[in-house]
């Protein structure tokens, strides 16, 4: 099994509707993280959480929100889908222990299309 | 403004080839640099990771260099496989006691039998 584990891992939605993407993770590191990819783009930050307690928004979080309900559960929500923010969404983790050299340890990812 | 810039978009190279892929930055104050390889529909997964002290790092037949100087990094395949085909992603941290991460756009090769 995937140590960073994202669900769906594809989803086809409607303009307006709810979508929630979720991650959660075996590694046991405090620090999550969720990306956007687009194509020639580099992954971009949406938001990140620390610790359970802890969130703050990355470069590009209008439109969307998170929760961290558990160390090891990090989900994603778009309140309201548009088309643009039709991607390839990865959540990733981090241990704080190892910040200074900031690896990262990435889910399969989950690509959401907005009609 | 911190940006991480990659050459070239994408290469195809013929299988036992070598080649290499460039990464220019201009981020302030600078911690390490790693280079990323991410297959086709999978997460990025870290090869090499640089700091400011080292200039070469081999992972198996990949070999990242750094100039700190000029800011300026590689990573030299050699005698490419056709599991080799992926996007390379050269990513930099910044140093702000904070997180703060640039990713570049990456380089996806393709290598032919």
């Known amino acids: 099994d995937a140590d960073v584990t994202q669900t769906p891992r594809n989803r086809i939605t409607k303009t307006g509707k709810r979508i929630m993407l979720e991650c959660s993770q075996t590694k046991g590191h405090d620090r999550m993280y969720w990306y956007r990819q687009d194509p020639g783009l580099g992954l971009r930050l949406i938001y990140y959480?620390?610790?359970?307690?802890?969130?703050n928004k990355g470069e590009i979080s209008d439109g969307y929100s998170v929760s961290r309900q558990a160390q090891a559960k990090f989900s994603l929500s778009l309140e309201s889908a548009i088309p643009n923010q039709t991607a390839l969404y990865f959540c990733a983790t981090s241990d704080s222990r190892l910040a200074r050299t900031g690896e990262l340890f990435f889910g399969e990812g989950s690509r959401l299309t907005v009609l | 403004k911190n940006q991480v810039e990659q050459s070239p978009q994408s290469l195809i190279i013929l299988e036992g080839k070598n080649c290499t892929l460039q990464c220019n930055y201009t981020v302030s104050p600078f911690s390490n640099l790693r280079w990323y390889k991410q297959d086709t529909g999978r997460g990025p997964v870290s090869l090499t990771i640089m700091t400011f002290s080292e200039n070469t790092k081999s992972n198996g037949r990949y070999t990242a260099t750094l100039d700190a100087d000029t800011k300026q990094s590689s990573l030299h395949i050699t005698a490419s496989q056709l599991s080799d085909s992926a996007s390379y992603i050269c990513?930099?941290?910044?140093?702000?006691?904070?997180?703060?991460?640039?990713f570049g756009a990456g380089t996806r090769l393709f290598v032919k039998a």
């Open positions: 990513v930099v941290s910044v140093n702000t006691g904070g997180f703060k991460t640039i």
């Open positions: 959480s620390f610790d359970v307690k802890d969130i």
